[in-house]
Each structure stands twice: as C-alpha cells, then as structure tokens.
C-alpha cells in the first residue's frame, strides 16, 4: 500500500506546480485567452488530472490570487511586529508595495490588478472568491496595528483621521503600482517618466501629507 503521506506530498507539489504554471500562463496571455487544456498541456499533464485539482477555471484563478498575496503575508507580519514608529512601519509597507521596474513584485501587481479587474466584472461571484478575501483580511489586520500603535506613538498628524487616512494612502499607492506595471506596456513613453519613480514620487507625497 502506498504511503499516504509521500503521497499527499505529490499532490501539494503538483498543486503548487499547477498554480505556478497558471500565473505564468494568465501573466504572458491574459486571464481570458488561457484555457485549461493551455496549463495541462504547460505541466505535462492530462485535462481530467488538471480538473480533479480545479474542476472549474475560477477556481484555479483564486488559488493563483490567493498564492499570489500570501507569499508576501510574512513581510507584512515583520513590518506590522517592528519596534520602529508606526510612520517608519508603514513607510516600508509602502516600499513592499513599490513596483520597480523589472522583478517579481512588478509581476505579482500585475496579476492582482488583472485579476481583481476581472473577478469585478464576473457576472457571479467568482467560486471560492472567499478565499481570497479572506487571505486580503489577513493583511488588513496588520494595518491595522500599524494604524492603532500610530495612535499611540503620536508619529502620525494628530488632526486628522488616522485611520482613513492610512488605509486611503495604501490602497491609493498599491492601487497606482498596479495600475501602471499593468498599463506601461502601452502608455509609456520614452520621455515619459519611468513608472516606478512616478510611485516614488506619489510615495513621497502621501508621506509628506501624513507626517506630524
């Protein structure tokens, strides 16, 4: 009899391997150009073993959004556990969600921004979409200690909303990352500036706004 656990390992390797080769396949093709048959074919396996892993393509989409945030849940954790001021913590949350120019980073803003564009224009909620939020809450509880030992370190303005004004700056700046990592292909030009120093910038700008 076979053993279970070596053969449990098999399974998580090929389901690792499944949702890898799909965020490369949506990335370099677009989510809606992939077929399933495009990722079986990619991993050297037959169409039924790929759907006995996801029986639908939504459901492969969510576990490649899911995977996609949770490998930078525990940088979050290490910035939001620091014992530097709550300012200097979310400047770095700000620098994890810089996009440079080339790398991972600028890969994985990509593929959120295309996936979320696309889960909001899903006629239904896409399956297992709960997954996803979940993992998002996950990151939105360490902002919030950010958040609530700022008010206590007095290292952000005091007159204003601090809390609205924090999640406002991350979600605008991860937001604007996104948008152009995605878009630069088609918009940017050669006397343009570069799309990860115009984050830089808007960094700066939000920082200045937030500063005592």
Do not use: C, W
């Not at 499944?18 to 677009?30: N, Q, W």
């Not at 120019?101 to 399956?127: I, V």
Request: aromatic share 8%; hydrophobic share 40%.
């Amino acid at each position: 009899m076979p053993d279970l656990g070596k053969r449990e390992e098999k399974k998580n390797k090929r389901y690792k391997s499944i949702v890898t080769t799909a965020e490369k396949l949506f990335l370099s093709a677009g989510l809606d150009h992939v077929q399933m048959q495009d990722i079986a074919d990619a991993e050297q396996i037959g169409i039924a073993t790929l759907f006995r892993y996801f029986p639908k393509k939504d459901r492969l989409l969510v576990a490649v959004a899911v995977n996609n945030l949770e490998a930078h849940i525990q940088s979050f954790t290490d910035i939001a556990y620091n014992q530097e001021t709550a300012f200097i913590r979310l400047e770095k949350v700000l620098d994890l969600l810089t996009v440079e120019s080339s790398g991972t980073l600028s890969q994985a803003a990509a593929f959120r921004e295309a996936f979320e564009s696309y889960a909001s224009f899903a006629q239904e909620p896409l399956d297992t979409i709960d997954e996803y939020i979940a993992t998002q809450e996950k990151i939105a509880e360490l902002v919030m200690k950010i958040i609530e030992d700022g008010k206590k370190d007095g290292s952000f303005r005091q007159n204003i909303p601090i809390k609205e004004a924090i999640i406002a700056t991350i979600n605008s700046y991860g937001t604007f990352g996104s948008n152009i990592t995605l878009k630069s292909s088609i918009t940017f030009l050669e006397e343009d500036i570069a799309p990860h120093k115009q984050q830089q910038m808007l960094k700066e700008m939000l920082l200045t706004y937030l500063r005592p």
